[in-house]
């Protein structure tokens, strides 16, 4: 892979998608804490829009806020529309992020997501893509069942107003926009 120039407000997601699969994802830092950490990428490098039920969920170049929780199965996503509008919160299942420093993360992707669209009713994503991986021997069967019990807590946890943390709910494109000037350099 070629190497990719960091800066302490840039981060670096190695993202592993068994079998073979291996992304970089390099996002604007705007917010850390012990509990959470909060990246932006301003422009999605999707080729096609991500569809969920008959709904644009994310576009070409649509802007993500992205929560990253230390120790954790999953991240959050507040996903929008090319033109900035909110369409829903979507989660990946994965394993915990490991920081081999501030700027490198790396995780692997456990397949399975959940989807909680801005009107609401949370739904249970590519479980299928999960039992495949599962049965093709991608990932082992514990880590499969680790993900699938990970994907319907969450699940369980949205139904009952308990998911996603507030955090998710206060870190809005409009509050990211605060903390980044236009020429992309960050307001803190």
Request: hydrophobic letters at 40%; glycine letters at 6%; proline letters at 9%.
């Amino acid at each position: 892979m070629p190497a990719v120039a960091s800066t302490p407000d840039t981060v670096h997601i190695h993202y592993r998608r068994p079998p073979d699969r291996r992304d970089i994802y390099s996002q604007r830092l705007v917010h850390r804490d012990a509990d959470c950490i909060v990246t932006f990428m301003p422009r999605t490098p999707l080729d096609r829009p991500m569809i969920i039920d008959g709904m644009t969920a994310l576009e070409p170049g649509s802007p993500v806020v992205w929560f990253t929780f230390p120790g954790a199965w999953h991240d959050i996503g507040r996903f929008h529309t090319a033109d900035g509008r909110f369409t829903g919160i979507y989660s990946n299942v994965l394993t915990p992020v490991r920081f081999a420093d501030e700027a490198t993360w790396e995780t692997t992707d456990l397949f399975v997501d959940v989807w909680l669209p801005a009107p609401g009713g949370a739904v249970l994503l590519d479980e299928d893509e999960l039992d495949e991986a599962a049965t093709a021997g991608w990932i082992e069967l514990s880590l499969a069942d680790r993900a699938r019990a990970e994907a319907r807590r969450l699940v369980r946890l949205a139904w009952s107003g308990e998911w996603p943390p507030a955090i998710v709910r206060a870190w809005t494109l409009d509050r990211v926009n605060t903390v980044i000037e236009p020429d992309g350099e960050s307001a803190r």
